[in-house]
């Protein structure tokens, strides 16, 4: 989906790596975003600085959440921590006056309110989207209800966007079923209706020529 997104779609113009960005349900209700979940497994800092404004934009006009708190997913809260792409993210984000960065986060803050849209590189994303989704098998096969883990179904969402191309594109999970499917048109429509396409375009084309 990638390739073919990058091939036929094209990148927008500006954009070094377009990304997959998954939802993540919030404790306390809310919907969060993180990415690249699993397209780009190598990134450099420049790549994250882009991801975090496009998560910004997609939460603020497809879910409608204003300025949302961008997190660098870390192993620690101090500037100084990590691994060199995230040392050398941690001061690029924080110049980045189109994103609203909160600083380091680490994997005990995924599910809750600290952080908005959650950067890391597609390696690290994938683990978390895979952790994510396991929560949910776990908690049907022991045949516990529970009211929070059942927005861990991706049956809600349909499906997740690449963002950073020139049209909208939804990739939906190998095993959808109907309602999956239904979802997915749902998102492919808010997408659609947001403009978001356009506002990406927008937003890169004003920080290039700043």
Do not use: W
């Amino acid at each position: 989906m990638m390739v073919g997104s990058m091939f036929s779609v094209k990148t927008i113009p500006g954009i070094l790596r377009p990304a997959i960005c998954s939802i993540i349900p919030k404790e306390d209700g809310s919907t969060g975003v993180f990415l690249d979940a699993g397209a780009n497994a190598d990134c450099k800092p420049e790549h994250l600085q882009q991801f975090a404004i496009l998560g910004s934009l997609f939460l603020e006009h497809v879910h409608g959440i204003k300025n949302p708190k961008v997190g660098l997913m870390n192993i620690g809260e101090e500037e100084e921590k990590g691994n060199m792409l995230c040392k050398e993210a941690h001061p690029l984000l924080k110049q980045t006056k189109e994103i609203n960065f909160i600083g380091n986060i680490e994997g005990r803050d995924l599910f809750n309110d600290k952080a908005d849209v959650i950067v890391c590189d597609g390696f690290v994303g994938n683990v978390i989207l895979k952790l994510a989704e396991s929560f949910y098998s776990l908690i049907r096969r022991r045949k516990i209800k529970d009211e929070y883990f059942d927005r861990f179904n991706f049956e809600n969402y349909g499906g997740t966007p690449v963002l950073g191309v020139n049209a909208p594109v939804i990739i939906a999970h190998g095993i959808s079923n109907a309602t999956a499917i239904k979802n997915m048109i749902h998102i492919t429509l808010k997408v659609t209706t947001a403009g978001l396409t356009e506002k990406i375009t927008q937003a890169v084309h004003e920080s290039i020529t700043q």
